[in-house]
T-cell receptor, first 114, second 113 residues
Framework: DGGITQSPKYLFRKEGQNVTLSCEQN?????MYWYRQDPGQGLRLIYYSQIVNDFQKGDIAEGYSVSREKKESFPLTVTSAQKNPTAFYLCASRGPGQGFYEQYFGPGTRLTVT | AQSVSQHNHHVILSEAASLELGCNYS??????LFWYVQYPGQHLQLLLK??????LVKGIKGFEAEFIKSKFSFNLRKPSVQWSDTAEYFCAVRQGGADGLTFGKGTHLIIQP
């Protein structure tokens, strides 16, 4: 099955620790995205990558870092500098070309930091 | 910066009622418009999208939306809702040639049988 996988589904960390969220896709998509979803806030763009070895900050990049070493993978690290890390994190990908811009979403990882 | 407003955060309807969820955006240039749905326990999935052409677009599961450029609106409609339409609905906008989407805060729709 083609799709986007995010693991784990639930993640718990202590305050002050960095944590890395996994996102893998087998859709052969060039572009990948990370969004954060908070109750009553919708989704907000953290980082995106249009091609391997390149990525751009989104609207709320502070306290996060990413890498894009492989086309299939776009891991997100939530650093200890992120003031409110507890949230639901969604990864998405998009196929080539701009004509039919459509993002496909993974199942998400719910991160709880205490 | 682009912003997207969804007027109703919670909507409760009975089965067979008609539905209209409002969405307004702030950007005055070229936009691509989307409605996504998140059913309980499922992935966020695309309901419908508008790029150009006919401003009335039809999506999956009987949903449709109308783009009214003069009102900066992209309202979602369904003539007769079902219990299975219970979900969270998000309006999203892509501004011009930018990458990434700007989402509204979502509308939680509950359909009572």
């Amino acid at each position: 099955d083609g799709g986007i996988t995010q693991s784990p589904k639930y993640l718990f960390r202590k305050e002050g620790q960095n944590v890395t969220l996994s996102c893998e896709q087998n859709l052969n998509h060039d572009a990948m995205y990370w969004y954060r979803q908070d109750p009553g806030q919708g989704l907000r763009l953290i980082y995106y990558s249009q091609i391997v070895n390149d990525f751009q900050k989104g609207d709320i990049a502070e306290g996060y870092s990413v890498s894009r070493e492989k086309k299939e993978s776009f891991p997100l690290t939530v650093t200890s500098a992120q003031k409110n890390p507890t949230a639901f994190y969604l990864c998405a990908s998009r196929g080539p070309g701009q004509g039919f811009y459509e993002q496909y979403f993974g199942p998400g990882t719910r991160l709880t930091v205490t | 910066a682009q912003s997207v407003s969804q007027h109703n955060h919670h909507v409760i309807l009975s089965e067979a009622a008609s539905l209209e969820l409002g969405c307004n955006y702030s950007y005055g240039g070229t936009v691509n418009l989307f409605w996504y749905v998140q059913y309980p326990g499922q992935h966020l999935q695309l309901l419908l999208k508008y790029f150009s052409g006919d401003p009335l677009v039809k999506g999956i599961k009987g949903f449709e939306a109308e783009f009214i450029k003069s009102k900066f609106s992209f309202n979602l409609r369904k003539p007769s809702v079902q219990w299975s339409d219970t979900a969270e609905y998000f309006c999203a906008v892509r501004q011009g040639g930018a990458d990434g989407l700007t989402f509204g805060k979502g509308t939680h729709l509950i359909i009572q049988p």
